[in-house]
């Protein structure tokens, strides 16, 4: 059942203040005062009203308010830094120097046949076509040395990032694929 007005105006106060007691104090509340609102009701005002969602789990005492976009960008950050310890700490992490910046991002692949395609639009485009190694015969410490991939003539890399702009066209670049397992540390 849908909030009434009331009840969703104080559950998106609650939320600007990013204190994860109060909105637990307001939600409970609100559960209280009508047994047909469920979680995720509140969930779906919270994502109408275009604000960082949150995320909202049962658990055996009730539920638990975790924040969502922020949160899960910042966890990702540190597992791709090697802040978080585990996959990438041990391949290349403490490699990485300055860090301009950790932005959200739209990925977009297509790996069908020989050729290859990667997007991350508004920054980053990948084109690649044709094998340049047997498949399993080259590895990266990117991906893990673990997951041997396959070489490939890089046709065009181009980051349209606005703080770092460059481009290579041409087959004399080199590409690679190969799947990847990125982990925090236990």
Same mark, same amino acid.
């Given at each position: 059942m849908p909030l009434s007005l009331q009840h969703r105006h104080a559950v998106l106060l609650a939320e600007r203040t990013r204190d994860i007691s /109060?909105?637990?104090?307001?939600?409970?509340? %609100?559960? @209280?005062?009508? #047994?047909?609102?469920?979680? $995720?009701?509140?969930?779906?005002?919270?994502?109408?009203?275009n604000l960082t969602y949150l995320v909202?789990?049962?658990?055996?005492?009730?539920?638990?308010i975790v924040f969502g976009m922020p949160a899960q960008q910042a966890a990702l950050a540190d597992i791709f830094l090697g802040r978080a310890g585990g996959t990438v700490a041990? /391949?290349?992490g403490p490699a990485i120097g300055e %860090?301009? @910046?950790?932005? #959200?991002?739209?990925?977009? $692949?297509?790996?069908?046949?020989a050729r290859k395609r990667i997007d991350v639009v508004g920054y980053l485009h990948v084109e690649a076509e044709g094998d340049a190694s047997e498949p399993g015969d080259v590895q990266?410490?990117?991906?893990?040395?673990?997951?041997?991939?396959?070489?490939?003539?890089?046709?065009?890399?181009?980051?349209?990032?606005?703080?770092?702009?460059?481009?290579v066209r041409g087959r004399r670049n080199a590409a690679f694929a190969t799947d990847f397992d990125y982990r925090s540390a236990p």
């Open positions: /109060l909105i637990t104090t307001v939600v409970t509340e %609100v559960l @209280a005062a009508n #047994p047909e609102t469920s979680l $995720l009701d509140i969930e779906t005002a919270l994502r109408a009203a909202a789990n049962r658990t055996t005492g009730g539920f638990q041990r /391949l290349y %860090v301009c @910046a950790v932005r #959200p991002a739209r990925i977009t $692949l297509e790996h069908v046949a990266c410490g990117i991906p893990g040395f673990d997951h041997p991939g396959t070489e490939l003539h890089g046709d065009s890399l181009q980051s349209t990032d606005p703080a770092l702009r460059w481009e």
